[in-house]
């Protein structure tokens, strides 16, 4: 025994180690994908499209967190053993279910697309960022306007930056193509707008947006108006709708929820051509009795959120996703909220939704649409006056300022920091006192903001606002009165409403 304590390579083969088979891993890949081959011990079957893919839980949850949040919670496909599958094509599907069971994804230009939208849908990163990669190494003439359209649509930035590069370099040869044709009009604007463009002649621009319109005359005429945002008037048009909440999305579509029933609501899209409010699909209300409600409509990459918080002490806060493709509802996670809650305000930013609540202070908490999951963001620093009553976001930074406009700060999303800016500047001889809420909106990428400043109280007549718009100059920190005569009456917002902004075409507001 002595001798084995003097022997340094005797006590070495006593100490305990660890050995890693480097065979199982692929093996045990390989055993997993036989049994799902031979239809062994699989457990649920998934149904896309009418055809159904008898799978393995353990398996799906493993490779995807769409699959485990379903599995793993007390959603009803957890206990279900048939789940049906929405908004999915059944061949990417199966695409997807090989690359689950073998590992081994295969990729081509006639299939790219659709198994990129598989993959964001059912949270698969590695699928995801393989398909953004080969798209990003397969853009060429022939190729760059589809894939650009398709980049824009679902912010794939790293390919929608190669196609832009290749469009400004090759504009003359691309704008003559046939695909060039199908671009919408805000992504036209935004390639002909870029000061990289190379051609010799501005002719050539001209040229390629007179070939756009005439693609298709009728309708694309009237969208020329958009692209000289500063020319119009104010105009007052009345619809037979009560809208609760709105939101313009990035592509210019105008949604709203408005009143349908004491149990639903309708989602209505707003058709420009048409000059009216299509419904969508019906949502249900919770039950609203002696209770108050916020509602939020909000988009983040083409998806719409509704997010329901009530001032009761049984607070109630649901979140629902819209499924564009089978234009349904679905439940999200949901933040803990504790304390009396006096107000609060939520605004879709850098592909987050941000909640402000008023509680005991102000509390923000941020959602990842990515991972159904909320967590809690830096707070703004202590203030006499209460922020939250209005928010807006640009960029990658929510702007929010308290009922009386005075005092703004910026929140930064990325570094999760607070700036304080200046409030409103003095009204000269007018009092500063306000009606409602100011109302922070962005236009043409600058701060405005629109508040009604009481201007008379006439006995028998009621009150007399005066309307102001204030734009933001980042530059000096200061507000600039804009100086327009908006008219003394109450139809610039609707309740609690946030300013939804979008391009109108004047041609289509017929009678307005």
């Known amino acids: 025994m002595a001798a084995a304590d003097q022997d340094p390579h005797a006590r070495n083969t006593f100490l305990p180690r660890s050995y890693q088979d480097s065979r199982y891993l692929n093996g045990f890949l390989g055993i997993v994908d036989d049994l799902q081959k031979t239809g062994v011990l699989q457990d649920v079957v998934l149904e896309v499209e009418g055809r159904r893919f008898p799978c393995h839980r353990l398996v799906l949850s493993a490779a995807s967190p769409y699959f485990r949040a379903m599995f793993t919670s007390d959603m009803a496909e957890s206990r279900q053993k048939t789940v049906v599958l929405q908004g999915l094509d059944a061949g990417m599907f199966e695409e997807i279910l090989s690359y689950i069971y073998s590992g081994t994804l295969n990729v081509s230009l006639d299939k790219v697309q659709p198994l990129y939208q598989a993959a964001d849908l059912l949270q698969l990163d590695y699928v995801r960022d393989t398909c953004s990669s080969y798209m990003a190494t397969n853009v060429e003439r022939s190729t760059c306007v589809d894939l650009y359209k398709f980049a824009d649509v679902f912010s794939v930035d790293v390919v929608r930056k190669h196609c832009l590069q290749l469009i400004y370099r090759n504009f003359s040869e691309v704008a003559s193509s046939e695909e060039f044709c199908s671009l919408?009009?805000?992504?036209?604007?935004?390639?002909?707008s870029e000061d990289w463009l190379d051609v010799k002649e501005e002719t050539t621009v001209w040229e390629a947006v007179v070939r756009w319109v005439q693609h298709s005359r009728e309708d694309r005429s009237r969208e020329m108006l958009w692209m000289n945002p500063r020319e119009g008037t104010y105009i007052r048009h009345r619809y037979d709708i009560t809208p609760m909440t709105g939101t313009a999305t990035s592509d210019n579509d105008i949604f709203i929820l408005a009143e349908h029933s004491r149990e639903t609501y309708a989602l209505c899209k707003y058709s420009h051509a048409g000059n009216k409010w299509e419904r969508k699909s019906l949502v249900c209300r919770e039950d609203r009795d002696n209770k108050k409600y916020f509602d939020f409509l909000m988009e983040i990459n083409g998806q719409l959120f509704y997010l329901?918080?009530?001032?009761?002490?049984?607070r109630v806060v649901v979140l629902k996703k819209h499924n564009q493709h089978t234009d349904t509802w679905h439940n999200c996670s949901t933040p803990q909220l504790d304390g009396q809650l006096d107000w609060c305000f939520a605004?879709?930013?850098?592909?987050?939704?941000?909640?402000?609540?008023?509680?005991?202070?102000?509390?923000?908490?941020?959602y990842d649409p990515r991972t159904d999951q909320w967590c809690d963001k830096t707070p703004p620093p202590p203030s006499e006056y209460t922020l939250g009553y209005n928010a807006v976001a640009m960029g990658t930074e929510i702007f929010c300022t308290d009922q009386d406009f005075n005092t703004t700060m910026v929140y930064n999303t990325e570094s999760d920091s607070w700036q304080i800016l200046q409030g409103c500047p003095d009204p000269g001889n007018r009092t500063r006192e306000y009606d409602g809420v100011p109302n922070l909106f962005v236009m043409e990428n600058q701060l405005h903001i629109l508040v009604a400043i009481v201007r008379d109280r006439v006995p028998g007549e009621g009150t007399k606002l005066l309307h102001l718009v204030y734009v933001y100059d980042r530059s000096a920190d200061a507000w600039r009165d804009l100086n327009v005569a908006l008219r003394d009456k109450k139809c610039y917002a609707h309740g609690d409403l946030p300013f939804p902004v979008a391009r109108m075409c004047l041609a289509y507001l017929k009678g307005a």
């Open 184 to 192: 919408s009009v805000n992504q036209l604007i935004e390639i002909i």
């Open 308 to 314: 329901i918080v009530s001032e009761s002490v049984d």
């Open 347 to 366: 605004v879709s930013c850098n592909q987050h939704i941000y909640l402000f609540t008023m509680l005991c202070g102000t509390e923000i908490q941020c």
